[in-house]
């Protein structure tokens, strides 16, 4: 978890504006989380993150548009750019004045995070058609 952590704080020092990157699973429940400093660490720690991300992509894809894969929010004080991807929600927020377009933009790298990111939840949650293969 710490490689992953100093690969988020990596991309925190280098994207002006960004104060935050939340990884939580599909259920809101943080993952792990880092911030630029304790300001951001307490507003990250009062957002609903994903819970009302979840059910806007769930009826999103009942209404037959498919699979939501980013979410942008703006408010006040920041805005929240969360990508969607299969076992979890990527969160980054950012200060209120940041191009979101830059933030969207980050989607290809994040990809090589999320991989690892992947690989850590299936070390943690294996499937179960695996471990009925290993104990056949």
Known sequence: MSELNELLKELINRVDGLIGI???DRDGIVIT????DEHSTELIETLPLTSTYS?????ANKMGLGRSEILVSK???FQL?????TEFFLN????EVNNIGIL???KPELNSITDLISNLVKEVNPEEGEE?????
């Open 75 to 77: 408010f006040d004080n």
């Open 92 to 95: 980054l927020i950012s200060d």
């Open 132 to 136: 009925e293969i290993e104990n056949n």
């Open 22 to 24: 939340v990884l939580t």
């Open 104 to 106: 969207m933009d980050l």
């Open 33 to 36: 989380s880092v911030s630029q």
């Open 81 to 85: 750019v969360q990508f969607n991807y």
């Open 55 to 59: 059910l806007v992509s769930d009826q």
